[in-house]
């Protein structure tokens, strides 16, 4: 079964970096683009970023453009979100999610539990 | 980027209610548009995809209809499972976005 299992989460002071991963497991990996959405605590969900299955080409948020960067290796499939210059507006549960193309779209049909963030001082 | 404005905001029902929720689009997105159900703690679990489509292993008491700018879920008969909140999403174009949320609670 898809199993999506996110890591690298915790507590990191503003203006630092983090690095989150999330282990795939249970397709074919190098076939789906991945993404990346985020929650802070009591809000809604927020989209974050984007990479198609070959990795070639990745899609950001205004709210994280020229500071996250989204990126996967295929021979461990894995998924990574490196961030950078965060703030507390970044502090949020990170969601990954596997992106399955439908009839006239792309959807997301497999999510992990998510990894906690919280920017603070 | 596209905004997606769902109402209501939150609502109270009793088991056996028929729910509607509806999603509005800034611009026309055809039907590229997703809902979710989300329940505390958990992650967001995919609904209906395609406006219209039912995912696998989905109640057929959910449906989804729309295109264009204006879209709904419908719950025929709620059940004590179903309260949760609800998301719709966009997939038109990037940057992808979510509606703000609609939170289904016992009445």
């Known amino acids: 079964q898809v199993q999506l299992v996110e890591s690298g989460g915790g507590v990191v002071q503003p203006g630092r970096s983090l690095r989150l991963s999330c282990a795939a497991s249970?397709?074919?990996?190098?076939?789906?683009?991945m993404q990346w959405v985020r929650q802070a605590p009591g809000k809604g969900l927020e989209w974050v970023a984007v990479i198609s299955h070959d990795g070639r080409v990745q899609y950001y948020a205004d709210s994280v453009k020229g500071r996250f960067t989204i990126s996967r290796d295929n021979s461990k499939n894995t998924l990574n979100l490196q961030m950078n210059s965060l703030s507390a507006e970044d502090t949020a549960v990170y969601f990954c999610?596997?992106?399955?193309?439908?009839?006239?779209?792309?959807?997301?049909?497999?999510w992990g539990r998510g990894s906690l963030v919280t920017v603070s001082s | 980027a596209i905004q997606l404005t769902q109402s209501p905001s939150s609502l109270s029902a009793s088991e056996g209610d028929r729910v509607t929720i509806t999603c509005r689009a800034s611009?026309?997105?055809?039907?590229?548009l997703a809902w979710y159900q989300q329940k505390p703690g958990k992650a967001p679990k995919l609904l209906i995809f395609d406006a219209s489509s039912l995912q696998s292993g989905v109640p057929s008491r959910f449906s989804g209809s729309g295109s264009g700018t204006d879209f709904t879920l419908t719950i025929s008969s709620l059940q004590p499972e179903d309260f949760a909140t609800y998301y719709c999403q966009q997939a038109k174009t990037f940057p992808w976005t979510f509606g703000q949320g609609t939170k289904v609670e016992i009445k």
């Open positions: 999610a596997k992106e399955a193309v439908v009839r006239v779209s792309t959807t997301l049909d497999y």
């Open positions: 249970g397709f074919t990996f190098t076939s789906y683009g």
């Open positions: 611009q026309g997105i055809s039907s590229a």
